[in-house]
């Protein structure tokens, strides 16, 4: 590794990439630790929302600004009434390869002055995007039964994709609460109810977990980016032992 004066022959500008991808490389093993750990408490935080009571939304109003991670996927129920006369329909939904809409139905709770919106399920795509589905609701509904979740997300969001089309249902591509809230005029809640698959007025529900990638995975990487930092640490030193060896020969 060290000539016969103890010194290294390997050029300057050889050092300063093998220190560039070293920082880089461990930079990346380290993050991936992090994100492992971030992975970690998150899926304890859902783990925990899906054994958690069933949250009472009229007794136990979710604050304004509070970790909505914590509450993902806990079972709620809530009393008031659907605001039938104005749905909102979420295109672009894919079920078992096929075009289609989430029905999104604004639910009044009672002795507030917020409602929720209650994702009933998936509904096919019409003859063509002029002919929408029909959701009406067949009954009076005055409790809803079903989970918190995020809006549904898009990959790649265009430009206006949350403002809704004229008439009602209205056709949204993304779903912002506030932008929506101001269509109904009045508040809403920053997330959805996603409806119990065995209540009554809904579509298809196949409620599934958000697939994430686990701890271990990131941690594998996080193996794969230190064993490149200890591959380009050895093959660093070899070279520079070789170019001595070569020297030394000379």
Same mark, same amino acid.
């Given at each position: #590794? #060290?000539? /016969?004066?103890?010194?290294?022959?390997?050029?300057?500008?050889?050092?300063?990439?093998?220190?560039?991808?070293?920082?880089?490389?461990?930079?990346?093993?380290?993050?991936?630790?992090?994100?492992?750990?971030?992975?970690?408490?998150? /899926?304890?935080?859902?783990?925990?929302?899906?054994?958690?009571?069933?949250?009472?939304?009229?007794?136990?109003? +979710?604050?304004?600004?509070?970790?909505?991670?914590?509450?993902?996927?806990? =079972?709620?129920?809530?009393?008031?009434?659907?605001?039938?006369?104005?749905?909102?329909?979420?295109?672009?939904?894919? #079920?078992?390869?096929?075009?289609?809409?989430?029905?999104?139905?604004?639910?009044?709770?009672?002795?507030?002055?917020?409602?929720?919106?209650?994702?009933?399920?998936?509904?096919?795509?019409?003859? !063509?995007?002029?002919?929408?589905?029909?959701?009406?609701?067949?009954?009076?509904?005055?409790?809803?039964?079903?989970? +918190?979740?995020?809006?549904?997300?898009?990959?790649?969001?265009? =430009?206006?994709?949350? +403002?809704?089309? !004229?008439?009602?249902?209205?056709?949204?591509?993304?779903?912002?609460?506030?932008?929506?809230?101001?269509?109904?005029?009045?508040?809403?809640?920053?997330?959805?109810?996603?409806?119990?698959?065995?209540?009554?007025?809904?579509?298809?529900?196949?409620?599934?977990?958000?697939?994430?990638?686990?701890?271990?995975?990131?941690?594998?990487?996080?193996?794969?980016?230190?064993?490149?930092?200890?591959?380009?640490?050895?093959?660093?030193?070899?070279?520079?032992?070789?170019?001595?060896?070569?020297?030394?020969?000379?």
């Amino acid at each position: #590794m #060290m000539n /016969l004066n103890g010194k290294f022959k390997f050029p300057l500008f050889g050092w300063v990439v093998y220190l560039l991808l070293m920082v880089l490389l461990c930079s990346l093993g380290f993050w991936q630790v992090k994100r492992a750990e971030q992975k970690t408490l998150f /899926l304890q935080q859902q783990q925990l929302a899906i054994d958690a009571p069933l949250l009472n939304l009229n007794l136990q109003p +979710i604050l304004d600004g509070a970790n909505l991670d914590a509450v993902r996927y806990q =079972k709620v129920v809530v009393a008031g009434r659907y605001d039938e006369a104005h749905q909102f329909l979420i295109d672009n939904q894919i #079920m078992d390869g096929k075009p289609g809409y989430f029905v999104l139905t604004p639910f009044l709770i009672d002795q507030e002055k917020r409602a929720i919106l209650v994702n009933r399920g998936w509904v096919p795509l019409g003859r !063509d995007r002029n002919s929408l589905p029909n959701v009406a609701l067949k009954t009076t509904v005055l409790q809803v039964n079903g989970r +918190i979740n995020f809006f549904p997300s898009v990959g790649i969001k265009l =430009k206006d994709a949350e +403002i809704p089309s !004229d008439g009602w249902p209205s056709v949204v591509q993304v779903v912002n609460h506030d932008v929506l809230a101001s269509r109904l005029g009045y508040d809403l809640y920053s997330f959805q109810i996603e409806l119990d698959p065995k209540a009554s007025e809904g579509y298809r529900r196949n409620w599934q977990v958000s697939p994430i990638l686990s701890p271990e995975k990131h941690l594998a990487y996080a193996v794969q980016w230190f064993g490149l930092a200890l591959t380009l640490t050895a093959l660093f030193f070899w070279i520079n032992n070789r170019k001595q060896s070569e020297d030394s020969e000379e």
